[in-house]
């Protein structure tokens, strides 16, 4: 059952949220019906259908939570939705994970990432630092794996960014907003008919900032800035009466620096070579629906992504001198002249390829005596990855290519067993293979044939409540160790499976003013792949301790998600969520040969949340206030540190996991009839918090002491905002 939206939501949909004017009028129109219904609608499933009657454990970002916000970037809204976390190691988030399951950052090897990510049908998963949210519609987070839509890169969920579509009547938008740390973000949108059969819609924002960083040596506070353009366009064509086309093109240049993090753990930074994490790229897709068939609708995508990368970052972080008495008189005699300097940079092309057919049943054409509708798909993708490494130590540039074609078949049964009893019976079947070869001599190939698939129960125990069971079984792809001194029986590792079984529960309450969507889930891990290690014995004798990806372990995720909304009054709305987590491992020894039996996963908090209200005295005046939380949690899955006598010893805790944080949100919004005026902070308190860090020695003023290094996620941020629609 859908929830409703009273005057107040009606209110902030239409007057601060939507781009349309022609939304915006006829919204307000209705401003006192309270009968009025929001219907929040998954767009990226096989069916279109609303979130409340969704068997599945997701959140729905909608352009509601990103303008509360004025968030420009997924990582600044992510904390939403519960059980979701996420890795810098670079100036944006590019890896996000779920339920404590996603990589963390990338360097050298190919990786096959855990958590996906699609925009407008484009596959930009493992580049997701260009996740601008401008102009976008909403954006769906599938939480556990989705191996039937998605199938491999989405072990651990998916998520799913929807822009906003072209418009029947001509409209526009124009947003302009200021904020600390000389921050700038300008950007219009412009929609409506180009013929009648064409539509069209064009969206173009530029950011830019400083960063949240001061590099005291260079006497600079650009060196972690940020300058981001994104550009969309997108057209809708009926072709006939049958077919229609939607094509849409994408060009994103993200041209920032990076200088993130201090060898005292503060934003003052000492780098004499800061670095950069810049991305360009052009995308497009299309989409073909015909539905000139009485039994189906047949769907074509084909997109295409080709992507420019470039990372690099002063590994000392420190300027040269910074242990010479003569230049840093403070330095203790005996670690004098104790430091290195060296820079590393990666400069990655990466294409990727994807096509997809699809066909759909029409209502009417069930099979089964009318009681199953039925899906039927077939997917291609190839991606490609060209990878230049130029490290100060290295004897020379390192380079290597993986070139990955997949394919898959699926197929899907959604069978209405009873009244209140329905049945969703899913099966994917793909092949992945990857070759892979570098510059010290080493190829390999993988091919790997994978199976995952889903049953899901639900049961419609009312108009306004839902319960679900379900079983869902997702896959990960194998990969390739390059270490030149491995054996070739080390040389792979498997496709990691994972079986996540799930119970939740919807329902919407008070007359629609309420819901309520709550999970829990169990994820058995298994083949899990993690570091594992090895002695390889020389023929001299001797030994050598190698570390390596493999197949050497499984785990154990299980928690519970809840989410709420509850509209009191004309006057007053509140929401909230949570998400409690619990991770181990089972049977694992790292790479060093300690056992992390039991321990925590790294990246996963053992609980998340988040709470909000919007407060509406008049017409005018809109305010809101919200807090996140959240747990800490393992920086990364290494517990212990060796030491130059090959001893190994427990890491201080304290030193390899983040501190839980809570932070205040707020915003006061102006409304007229087609323009706004906002002020809004994020994390009010100015806390400090990290969202990646590492445990090793870096400091040459210390001798080299390890110790914990962070890099902090932002602090208090303010600004003001003006919007306009036309």
Request: glycine share 6%; hydrophobic share 35%.
């Amino acid at each position: 059952m859908t929830f409703s939206k009273s005057t107040i939501c009606i209110a902030i949909t239409a007057c601060l949220f939507n781009v349309a004017a022609s939304a915006e009028e006829q919204t307000t129109n209705d401003t006192n019906n309270t009968d009025n219904l929001e219907t929040i609608t998954v767009t990226s499933d096989f069916r279109q259908q609303s979130l409340q009657n969704a068997p599945t454990s997701m959140s729905v970002l909608t352009d509601i939570d990103i303008k509360q916000r004025n968030a420009k970037h997924l990582e600044e809204l992510i904390a939403v939705s519960p059980n979701v976390n996420f890795a810098s190691g670079s100036q944006r988030a590019r890896y996000y994970q779920i339920r404590g399951i996603g990589e963390r950052s990338q360097f050298q090897e190919p990786i096959n990432p855990s958590v996906g990510m699609i925009i407008d049908d484009v596959d930009f998963t493992g580049i997701g630092s260009i996740a601008n949210l401008f102009d976008v519609k909403q954006a769906e987070v599938f939480r556990g794996p989705q191996g039937t839509r998605f199938g491999a890169n989405a072990i651990a969920g998916m998520i799913n960014i929807t822009t906003n579509e072209p418009s029947e009547d001509f409209e526009g938008a124009v947003h302009l907003g200021i904020g600390n740390y000389n921050a700038y973000d300008m950007g219009v949108a412009l929609s409506g008919p180009a013929t009648d059969s064409v539509k069209y819609r064009l969206a173009v924002n530029q950011s830019t900032s400083d960063g949240y960083m001061e590099n005291v040596h260079l006497q600079r506070d650009d060196t972690n800035n940020r300058d981001e353009l994104t550009t969309r366009g997108k057209l809708a064509i009926e072709a006939s009466n049958n077919l229609t086309i939607d094509l849409a093109g994408y060009y994103f240049d993200f041209d920032n620096g990076y200088d993130a993090y201090s060898l005292d753990n503060n934003r003052e930074t000492y780098s004499d070579e800061p670095g950069f994490d810049q991305q360009e790229t052009a995308a497009f897709s299309a989409k073909f629906t015909y539905q000139g068939f009485d039994s189906a609708t047949i769907l074509a995508i084909v997109s295409n992504a080709d992507s420019d990368l470039a990372y690099g970052y002063d590994e000392d972080w420190a300027y040269v001198g910074i242990s010479d008495p003569d230049v840093n008189p403070d330095i203790n005699p005996d670690f004098a002249y104790w430091e290195f300097s060296s820079t590393d940079h990666y400069f990655r092309e990466k294409a990727v390829t994807t096509a997809e057919f699809r066909a759909i049943s029409n209502q009417g054409e069930e099979i089964f005596n009318g009681s199953t509708a039925w899906i039927a798909g077939i997917f291609y993708k190839q991606d490609d990855e060209d990878l230049l490494r130029q490290y100060t130590y290295a004897d020379g540039d390192f380079t290597s290519t993986n070139k990955s074609k997949s394919m898959a078949m699926y197929a899907q049964l959604d069978t209405q067993l009873a009244e209140q009893w329905s049945l969703i019976s899913g099966l994917r079947i793909e092949n992945r293979s990857a070759d892979y070869d570098n510059s010290d001599l080493y190829k390999d190939s993988i091919d790997d044939t994978m199976l995952g698939g889903k049953l899901v129960l639900s049961y419609q125990q009312t108009q306004d409540s839902l319960w679900y069971a379900s079983i869902n079984r997702g896959y990960k792809a194998g990969g390739n160790n390059t270490d030149g001194t491995l054996p070739d029986d080390l040389r792979t590792f498997e496709p990691e499976y994972l079986m996540n079984y799930e119970l939740g529960y919807k329902v919407s309450l008070l007359d629609n003013s309420a819901y309520i969507r709550s999970s829990v889930f169990y994820m058995d891990r298994s083949d899990m792949q993690v570091k594992s290690s090895r002695n390889i014995l020389r023929e001299d004798g001797s030994s050598e301790f190698i570390s390596y990806l493999g197949n050497a372990t499984s785990g154990s995720n299980y928690g519970a998600e809840i989410e709420s909304a509850w509209t009191i009054n004309d006057y007053v709305n509140v929401y909230g969520s949570i998400g409690l987590l619990n991770t181990e491992f089972d049977e694992f020894i790292d790479k060093d040969g300690n056992s992390l039996t039991g321990e925590e996963q790294a990246h996963a908090p053992n609980y998340q949340f988040n709470v909000g209200i919007n407060y509406q005295p008049t017409e005018e005046w809109l305010f809101n206030i919200s807090v996140d939380g959240k747990d800490e949690f393992y920086f990364s899955d290494t517990r212990y540190y060796e030491y130059a006598d090959d001893t190994y010893s427990p890491i201080p805790e304290n030193d390899i996991q983040s501190e839980a944080v809570v932070l205040l949100n707020a915003s006061i919004s102006y409304l007229q009839d087609n323009w706004q005026i906002k002020i809004w902070g994020r994390n009010l308190a100015d806390e400090d918090y990290a969202n990646r860090g590492f445990y090793f020695p870096n400091d040459p003023r210390d001798g080299y002491t390890p110790k914990q290094y962070t890099q902090l996620s932002e602090p208090l941020v303010f600004g003001a905002s003006l919007d306009y629609q036309f």
